[in-house]
């Protein structure tokens, strides 16, 4: 087999065999396929898809191209997903609420991709943490702790790694089926009981209508219980940031914010969801509701963010951040109000907008190789709904140079639409498939 042939394929609107699916994935895990044929690869199954059955192949041929975890617990090993959204920082609230429940959380993540943010990007903002451990040390933080938020190591879907890099700077990044391998070669390769999909739909997220988001839950979820994965996809809308903020330490302060009490907010509703299907599939709950309950019972009364305190100790972090925090975080240095032009409703917010204005600050990547600052972003970033009136604020830049402010500035006032109705809001939780 070979790359030329593999993609002349691809080119001609051919489905690889599984045989091919899987040379491609060793090819990309150990070198012997190159950038330009992995970027081809990619923008070849980004323009033309594959088939269901070639879809379930490539994705187990990623997950195969390095180790699958095995693990020995008194518990189930769960874990949770989501396909990128602005202002999405459940991660960091979900996983130590669900160890306080009873279950192992091994979540391996990713770095921003696109217009979203990663979760690794949010984590690292706090000073000292490492999210690259290796299977011997992410085995004892999540037996010690319950959960670990961390990256893939080296032989953890290799393949993927490469490929994921490749996506984010070639344009692929929207692809039914690229999409789908990326995620659950790497949630398959951590040997998981069961795993809860979070597909976000809206401006903010690659998914942008109910029809879409409908067609990635349903191959996900076809995908991983193929691979006897136990898994139920709920569709959340991102016609919004989850969070008032954009930005990795602007982000981590919010999830602080309701881990301490002083917060709320849709993000809690969205992780109680989560949680709840997690934790009645793995039979630590009777039925959903009861799974969300205790979800949010974690939240509330301060396990989730003793759990939290003690992961991030066992990744380098400050022992003291949960009761410090604000002193820990970095802070930009030019921090300037966005004003409402007018009177009125904010009746559509563009999330990939704001998103991107989050790149363009140094809080994501163009290339592979940019560095991303971790203060900078948006605060304060006006709901849907809300009634303001002319200069009232809209959102809060915070930037490393004034000209950075300045374009993010126009970016936010491009993406808010004020309106003299109030429009009305999408419900958070829209669907669950699987």
Not at 35 to 62: E, H, I, K
């Amino acid at each position: 087999m070979n790359a030329r042939a593999i993609l002349a394929k691809l080119r001609h609107k051919q489905t690889p065999t599984r045989a091919e699916l899987a040379w491609m994935a060793q090819g990309l895990a150990d070198g012997a396929v190159s950038d330009a044929q992995a970027g081809a690869f990619a923008m070849g199954v980004c323009l033309n898809g594959l088939s269901d059955v070639g879809r379930v192949a490539l994705t187990l041929a990623m997950r195969d191209s390095g180790r699958v975890l095995k693990w020995n617990l008194d518990g189930p090993v769960l874990d949770k997903h989501s396909t990128g959204g602005v202002g999405d920082c459940v991660s960091l609230l979900l996983a130590p609420a669900l160890a306080a429940c009873g279950a192992y959380v091994p979540m391996i993540s990713g770095r921003g991709l696109g217009h979203t943010g990663g979760t690794l990007d949010k984590l690292e903002a706090i000073p000292g943490v490492t999210t690259q451990l290796t299977e011997t040390q992410l085995k004892a933080v999540v037996g010690q702790v319950g959960c670990a938020i961390v990256g893939a190591t080296a032989d953890i879907a290799p393949a993927d790694r490469r490929l994921y890099a490749v996506r984010d700077v070639s344009s692929t990044v929207d692809s039914l089926d690229l999409i789908t391998a990326s995620i659950l070669s790497k949630k398959l390769a951590a040997g998981l009981d069961g795993l809860v999909l979070d597909v976000k739909i809206g401006s903010g997220a690659f998914m942008k209508t109910v029809a879409e988001g409908q067609a990635l839950a349903e191959a996900l979820t076809k995908t991983a219980n193929a691979a006897k994965c136990r898994t139920t996809a709920v569709i959340s809308d991102m016609s919004q940031p989850l969070v008032p903020s954009l930005g990795n330490a602007l982000e981590v302060a919010e999830v602080m914010r309701i881990l301490t009490g002083s917060g709320r907010g849709p993000i809690v509703d969205v992780a109680a969801a989560l949680g709840g299907v997690l934790l009645a599939n793995a039979g630590l709950a009777q039925d959903v509701q009861e799974g969300a309950d205790a979800v949010v019972h974690a939240i509330r009364k301060g396990y989730a963010a003793e759990r939290f305190a003690r992961m991030l100790s066992a990744l380098g972090g400050p022992v003291n951040f949960v009761e410090n925090w604000q002193r820990f975080l970095p802070e930009a240095t030019v921090i300037r109000q966005v004003s409402a032009p007018h009177d009125g409703y904010v009746a559509k917010i563009n999330g990939e907008a704001l998103g991107w204005a989050v790149v363009d600050l140094g809080g994501g990547r163009m290339k592979q190789e940019d560095p991303v600052n971790p203060a900078v972003g948006l605060s304060d970033v006006a709901r849907l709904g809300t009634q303001v009136k002319r200069g009232q604020v809209l959102a809060v830049v915070h930037a490393v140079r004034s000209d950075q402010a300045d374009r993010a500035a126009e970016a936010v006032l491009g993406a808010m639409t004020l309106s003299g109705s109030r429009p009305k809001v999408p419900e958070q939780i829209i669907e669950r498939i699987g």
